[in-house]
């Protein structure tokens, strides 16, 4: 089996509907960043010891690949796996539920990113899902982008941050904040 098509070589890729656009077009850029989001999360599991957790991040995977294919898809509404407000519901419980785990004192202390592995590599995840938010956003600027999509992106982030803070928390590494 060939991965390379050599359609590519000239600065254009295929959309899911087979129209052709430029690889540094926006919403190439957007899924783009999608998939290095979804690659960063990959590499965040493996530092994770919460099972749990564990499998909300490859849960959240599995919908990156449905997020980014309704991106690469011009008419949104076509795509078959849609990004659904019961998906935006899902990320909201799991933020309530881990930001709870942390008493009024934890969640008032300043974080320096990297204080483990794992919720290193989970607040670098955050970085680039800010970034992926920012890059829709400006998409959706020019074109028809669903709301519960940019909704979902813009709470997957405050469930990493959730997510890193629970880590370090659980694992005693909270720092005080400096006066």
Same mark, same amino acid.
């Given at each position: 089996?060939?991965?390379?098509? %050599?359609?590519?070589?000239?600065?254009?890729?295929?959309?899911?509907?087979? +129209?052709?656009? #430029?690889?540094?077009?926006?919403?190439?850029?957007?899924?783009?960043?999608?998939?290095?989001?979804?690659?960063?999360?990959?590499? #965040?599991? =493996?530092?994770?010891?919460?099972?749990?957790?564990?499998?909300?991040?490859? /849960?959240?995977?599995?919908?990156?690949?449905?997020?980014?294919?309704? &991106?690469?898809?011009?008419?949104?509404? /076509?795509?078959?796996?849609?990004?659904?407000?019961?998906?935006?519901?899902?990320?909201?419980?799991?933020?309530?539920?881990?930001?709870?785990?942390? =008493?009024?004192?934890?969640? +008032?202390?300043?974080?320096?990113?990297?204080? /483990?592995?794992?919720?290193?590599? &989970?607040?670098?995840?955050?970085?680039?899902?800010?970034?992926?938010?920012?890059?829709?956003?400006?998409?959706?600027? @020019? #074109?028809?982008?669903?709301?519960?999509?940019?909704?979902?992106? =813009?709470?997957?982030?405050? &469930?990493?941050? /959730?997510?890193?803070?629970?880590?370090?928390?659980?694992?005693?590494?909270? @720092?005080?904040? %400096?006066?």
């Amino acid at each position: 089996m060939k991965i390379y098509t %050599k359609s590519g070589d000239k600065g254009k890729t295929s959309l899911f509907d087979n +129209s052709r656009v #430029a690889k540094d077009s926006l919403r190439v850029e957007s899924y783009g960043t999608i998939d290095e989001l979804n690659s960063s999360l990959g590499f #965040a599991k =493996n530092f994770v010891e919460a099972q749990e957790v564990y499998n909300i991040l490859r /849960s959240v995977q599995r919908q990156l690949f449905n997020l980014a294919g309704e &991106l690469a898809t011009p008419d949104w509404e /076509s795509f078959p796996e849609k990004i659904t407000a019961a998906d935006i519901e899902f990320l909201e419980k799991k933020i309530d539920y881990y930001l709870a785990q942390m =008493n009024k004192k934890e969640k +008032s202390m300043f974080i320096i990113p990297g204080s /483990s592995k794992a919720s290193g590599a &989970l607040h670098q995840a955050r970085t680039i899902c800010r970034r992926a938010e920012r890059r829709i956003t400006t998409l959706a600027g @020019e #074109a028809d982008i669903s709301q519960d999509l940019q909704k979902y992106i =813009n709470r997957l982030s405050d &469930l990493i941050y /959730s997510l890193a803070r629970f880590l370090e928390a659980e694992l005693d590494y909270v @720092e005080s904040k %400096k006066k």
